[in-house]
């Protein structure tokens, strides 16, 4: 522990990409979807509210390459991806996820459109 400061249990990368207005292209932070602009600050209370903010690190990220599902998210450790959030689906995952260790399996990307990684080494010249 550095400095008092524990490392995080989980890091929730939520992706705050916006289109700009009247792009066709889908975006996890759209003008026609106020909820989805409060979702960021959303999380982060959330987990102040209960407690764990310390223990769980909210972060800002850029375009997660699936705008079609979004808003999303995308909780590690487990590379898991939930998508189509809304604050009820948010309030969920952190209370049976994120304390209560079981994925939410209803909200994770389908199989179809995110399916298993592959290793650098297999695609790596």
Known sequence: ????????????????????????????????????????????????????????????????????QGPVMLVEPGHTMYVGLTKEKIDRIIDEHIIGGNVVAEYVIGDEVWGEPIAPSAMAR
């Open 1 to 68: 522990m550095v400095n008092g400061v524990p490392q995080p249990a989980f890091y929730i990368f939520k992706c705050q990409q916006s289109a700009p207005p009247g792009m066709p292209k889908p975006s996890c932070v759209s003008q026609n979807n106020p909820e989805s602009q409060t979702l960021f600050q959303y999380i982060a209370q959330v987990l102040m509210q209960k407690g764990i903010i310390g223990t769980v690190q909210p972060i800002q990220t850029s375009c997660l390459g699936r705008c079609q």
